[in-house]
């Protein structure tokens, strides 16, 4: 019959779903026997940890959201009934809480993955920017889901980062009342907080998807950052990678179970269990941890419009970077410069934490700036000029065959050897 | 190659060190032993119960526990029976039957009584000052329960050259070091029926175990669920780990 699938699924009830939506045909293909270069190293669980922890966030949401209240005068004490009254509420809030802080942990190792073995770089740039409007997009929500509990650090953090808008020109103070729903942070911003932060993740689910579908399209990246070759290269994704992202996962959860159980308040301001109060501004206000580096940026210069443009910079420097860094080789693993570079990029982000989380006085002044400056140094100076300049290190033949010319033993199962190439 | 790491890495913690020896110029208070410290803690019950009598008789004349029911005593290990009388010894507003206002002894369902009925009543029979409600206090603060328990004991005279605000107590661990809550204990205030000697150390302790017990109810089946999750899952990880090696023994990669 013109049109069905012929699927070879024995089960017949299998058989005849696939028949009619080749669902299983697909996640045999996608997922099975899928090539799937053989080197990895355990920095490629990230991704699948990231979308575990998705589910996660849905999951524990869900139940959430079933018990929460979104308004001004009792959000911050609904919050306490779940977890006093509600079964194993206590749970699914820090679960939910403490998922957030483990997202971006997993997302950033994931991030950085990406820069240290060039996966951004041809063929998967689009791959890579769908991956940063993924961050975009975790970040929005973080933000709101941090304003639901209604606590001091919620409102005033609310407070503060709509206010950055208020810095774009002629229309700035419009965009805020506007973004508020009235004249300062109140019920109908906490109402359309929470109904955008439950859309939000689902708009990610679908990003995601399209993150996965353009992956499966370029193939994945590897360690060695070259092409695969031959099916010598590769392994099927499943047992060999479905088993080695269980050993991730099983790591994972360990980590995530031990802050739940034993911390949960670690990531947590104090200050955030204290009821909102509008009249009264915390000593200090401060973001969750992993906004800390956006936010060092936007105070290392005087000018609140600069400021705001520098922090969406420093992303929009992510969603160019394919074409920023002019090197053709992909790992840093034979880029003997920029694999030092790296490392002084990775510092400057952190320093940029730290500053984050101080008065911007005295010595965070200084860092502060320096590491703004080293960031955009790094994207827009050095990435375009040191790929004309460095001399990368000869590349392996294939992944299968990592010595270059001479050395090496006989190729597994008689790869045949290609001439080696330019990227 | 491995030495540019160890060496940025070292960098990376030097800079970590940094920040917080400059971030350390606040007040200092001592890390107490706590029963309920470290994943296998749980809350010394003599002492929480010890401490739910300091709040009633103490600090319930002018702090809240809004988020708290009577029945939460029962976590701490107090019989039902004593949990009835000590609500039914509190009288809770209600709507009578014609619609009027009236009292009634607390149910063990029933949410611990505010000592004030709003905001203003409470700020004006405190010189202004408001006593912030202790549901949630352990969590509130930074320091938690060993800054609760500096602050019961940090008060004292205060220094000649400083100028004490109308109404103000001086308080070495309080930000500012003036407060409007007068020294709440004393040694001897309470009378503990299982002879404990009542110090303000003692009380001061007993207190904030209480406190940290009612913010935190649910700390105890948290850890234990802690301990069982994380033996489990050291257990798959090995697991997994050994079904992965074998998976992948014959792929030479
Ligand atoms: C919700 C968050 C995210 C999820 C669930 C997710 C999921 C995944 C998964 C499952 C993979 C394949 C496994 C792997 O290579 O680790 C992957 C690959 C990749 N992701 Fe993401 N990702 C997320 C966010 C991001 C972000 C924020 C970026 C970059 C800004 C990014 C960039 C990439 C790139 C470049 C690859 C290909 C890596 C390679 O093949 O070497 N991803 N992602």
Request: glycine share 8%; net charge neutral; aromatic share 12%.
């Given at each position: 019959?013109?049109?069905?699938?012929?699927?070879?699924?024995?089960?017949?009830?299998?058989?005849?779903?696939?028949?009619?939506?080749p669902?299983?045909?697909?996640m045999?293909?996608e997922?099975?026997?899928?090539?799937?270069?053989?080197?990895f190293n355990?920095?490629?669980?990230?991704?699948?940890?990231?979308?575990i922890?998705l589910?996660?966030?849905?999951?524990?949401g869900?139940?959430?959201a079933?018990?929460?209240?979104?308004?001004?005068?009792?959000?911050?004490?609904?919050?306490?009934?779940?977890?006093?009254?509600?079964n194993?509420?206590?749970?699914?809030?820090?679960?939910?809480?403490?998922?957030?802080?483990?997202?971006?942990?997993?997302?950033?190792?994931?991030?950085?993955?990406?820069?240290?073995?060039?996966?951004?770089?041809?063929?998967?740039?689009?791959?890579?920017m769908i991956?940063v409007?993924?961050l975009?997009v975790?970040?929005?929500?973080?933000?709101m889901?941090?304003?639901?509990?209604?606590?001091?650090?919620?409102?005033?953090?609310?407070?503060?980062?709509?206010?950055?808008?208020s810095?774009?020109?002629?229309?700035?103070?419009h965009?805020?009342?506007?973004?508020?729903?009235?004249?300062?942070?109140?019920?109908?911003?906490?109402?359309r907080?929470?109904?955008?932060?439950?859309?939000?993740?689902?708009?990610?689910v679908?990003?995601v998807?399209?993150?996965?579908?353009?992956?499966?399209?370029?193939?994945?990246?590897?360690?060695?950052?070259?092409?695969?070759k031959?099916?010598?290269?590769?392994?099927?994704?499943?047992?060999?990678?479905?088993?080695?992202?269980?050993?991730?996962?099983?790591?994972?959860?360990?980590?995530?179970a031990?802050?739940?159980?034993?911390?949960?308040?670690?990531?947590?301001?104090?200050e955030?269990?204290?009821p909102?109060n509008?009249l009264?501004?915390?000593?200090?206000?401060?973001?969750?941890?992993?906004?800390?580096p956006?936010?060092?940026?936007?105070r290392?210069?005087?000018?609140?419009?600069?400021?705001?443009?520098?922090?969406?910079?420093?992303?929009?420097?992510?969603?160019?970077l394919?074409w920023?860094?002019?090197s053709?080789?992909?790992s840093?693993?034979?880029?003997?410069?920029?694999?030092?570079?790296?490392?002084?990029l990775?510092?400057?982000?952190?320093?940029?934490?730290?500053?984050g989380?101080?008065r911007p006085?005295?010595?965070?002044?200084?860092?502060?700036?320096?590491?703004?400056?080293?960031?955009f140094?790094?994207f827009?100076?050095?990435?375009?000029?040191?790929?004309?300049?460095?001399?990368p290190?000869?590349?392996?033949?294939?992944?299968?065959r990592?010595?270059?010319?001479?050395?090496?033993g006989?190729l597994?199962?008689?790869?045949?050897?290609?001439p080696?190439?330019?990227? | 190659?491995?030495?540019t790491?160890?060496l940025?890495?070292?960098?990376?913690i030097?800079?970590a060190?940094?920040?917080?020896?400059?971030a350390?110029?606040?007040?200092?208070?001592?890390a107490?032993?706590?029963?309920?410290?470290?994943?296998f803690?749980?809350?010394?019950?003599?002492?929480?119960?010890?401490?739910?009598?300091?709040?009633?008789?103490?600090?319930?004349n002018?702090h809240?526990?809004?988020m708290a029911?009577?029945r939460d005593?029962?976590?701490?290990?107090?019989e039902p029976?004593?949990?009835?009388a000590?609500?039914?010894?509190?009288s809770?507003?209600t709507?009578?039957d014609d619609?009027?206002?009236?009292?009634?002894?607390?149910?063990?369902?029933?949410?611990?009584?505010?000592?004030?009925?709003?905001?203003k009543?409470?700020?004006s029979a405190?010189?202004?000052?408001?006593?912030?409600?202790?549901?949630?206090?352990?969590?509130a603060?930074?320091?938690?329960?060993?800054?609760?328990?500096?602050?019961?004991?940090?008060y004292?005279?205060?220094?000649?050259?400083m100028?004490?605000?109308?109404?103000?107590?001086y308080?070495?661990?309080?930000?500012g070091?003036?407060?409007?809550?007068?020294?709440?204990?004393?040694?001897?205030?309470?009378?503990y029926s299982?002879?404990?000697k009542a110090?303000?150390?003692?009380?001061?302790?007993?207190?904030v175990?209480?406190l940290?017990?009612i913010?935190?109810?649910?700390?105890?089946?948290r850890?234990r669920?802690?301990?069982?999750?994380?033996?489990?899952?050291?257990?798959?990880?090995?697991?997994?780990?050994?079904?992965?090696?074998?998976?992948w023994a014959?792929?030479?990669?």
């Amino acid at each position: 019959m013109a049109g069905l699938h012929k699927s070879d699924f024995a089960n017949p009830v299998i058989n005849w779903i696939d028949t009619r939506l080749p669902i299983f045909t697909m996640m045999q293909k996608e997922y099975g026997v899928f090539p799937t270069p053989k080197n990895f190293n355990y920095f490629w669980n990230f991704g699948a940890l990231a979308m575990i922890n998705l589910v996660i966030m849905i999951a524990t949401g869900i139940f959430l959201a079933m018990n929460y209240t979104p308004h001004v005068s009792m959000a911050f004490d609904s919050v306490e009934r779940i977890m006093r009254d509600v079964n194993y509420g206590w749970l699914l809030r820090y679960v939910h809480a403490n998922g957030a802080s483990m997202f971006f942990i997993v997302t950033y190792i994931h991030i950085f993955r990406g820069l240290y073995y060039g996966s951004y770089k041809a063929p998967r740039e689009l791959l890579w920017m769908i991956g940063v409007v993924i961050l975009l997009v975790m970040m929005a929500t973080a933000f709101m889901g941090y304003v639901l509990p209604w606590g001091q650090m919620s409102y005033w953090g609310a407070t503060v980062i709509t206010n950055l808008f208020s810095a774009i020109p002629v229309v700035g103070e419009h965009v805020v009342t506007w973004l508020w729903g009235g004249f300062s942070v109140d019920n109908p911003t906490l109402n359309r907080f929470f109904s955008l932060h439950f859309l939000l993740p689902f708009v990610l689910v679908g990003v995601v998807f399209l993150h996965i579908a353009a992956l499966h399209v370029t193939g994945s990246n590897n360690p060695l950052g070259i092409d695969v070759k031959s099916p010598q290269d590769t392994l099927p994704f499943h047992p060999y990678y479905t088993m080695k992202d269980s050993v991730g996962i099983c790591v994972y959860l360990l980590v995530f179970a031990a802050l739940v159980c034993f911390a949960p308040n670690l990531f947590m301001a104090a200050e955030n269990y204290i009821p909102a109060n509008p009249l009264v501004t915390p000593s200090e206000i401060v973001p969750e941890w992993y906004f800390l580096p956006f936010y060092a940026i936007l105070r290392a210069v005087p000018s609140k419009l600069g400021g705001v443009l520098l922090m969406f910079g420093a992303i929009a420097v992510l969603f160019v970077l394919p074409w920023l860094d002019t090197s053709p080789v992909r790992s840093a693993k034979f880029r003997p410069i920029y694999r030092n570079l790296f490392w002084v990029l990775l510092i400057a982000v952190v320093t940029l934490g730290f500053v984050g989380a101080h008065r911007p006085e005295g010595i965070w002044v200084v860092l502060g700036r320096v590491a703004t400056f080293y960031y955009f140094l790094h994207f827009l100076v050095i990435l375009p000029v040191l790929g004309k300049l460095e001399r990368p290190l000869p590349l392996p033949e294939s992944i299968s065959r990592p010595v270059t010319s001479g050395g090496g033993g006989p190729l597994p199962g008689g790869a045949a050897a290609k001439p080696m190439e330019k990227a | 190659m491995r030495i540019t790491r160890v060496l940025a890495l070292a960098a990376a913690i030097g800079a970590a060190a940094l920040g917080t020896a400059i971030a350390e110029e606040e007040i200092h208070f001592p890390a107490q032993k706590w029963s309920f410290n470290g994943p296998f803690g749980t809350f010394d019950r003599a002492s929480a119960q010890r401490g739910a009598q300091v709040y009633k008789e103490v600090c319930a004349n002018c702090h809240s526990l809004k988020m708290a029911y009577y029945r939460d005593l029962g976590g701490i290990g107090m019989e039902p029976g004593a949990i009835a009388a000590i609500a039914a010894s509190v009288s809770v507003p209600t709507i009578a039957d014609d619609g009027s206002v009236a009292e009634r002894p607390a149910l063990p369902s029933d949410h611990f009584r505010s000592p004030f009925a709003n905001e203003k009543a409470a700020r004006s029979a405190n010189g202004g000052a408001l006593p912030p409600d202790l549901s949630v206090i352990t969590k509130a603060r930074d320091g938690g329960e060993d800054y609760l328990h500096a602050l019961l004991l940090g008060y004292g005279d205060a220094p000649a050259t400083m100028k004490m605000g109308d109404g103000m107590n001086y308080n070495k661990m309080f930000p500012g070091n003036q407060i409007g809550m007068p020294r709440p204990l004393s040694d001897g205030q309470v009378d503990y029926s299982d002879g404990t000697k009542a110090t303000t150390e003692q009380m001061a302790r007993d207190v904030v175990t209480f406190l940290s017990y009612i913010a935190n109810p649910e700390m105890e089946a948290r850890k234990r669920l802690g301990v069982k999750m994380v033996l489990f899952l050291v257990l798959m990880t090995g697991l997994s780990y050994a079904v992965k090696r074998k998976v992948w023994a014959d792929v030479d990669h």
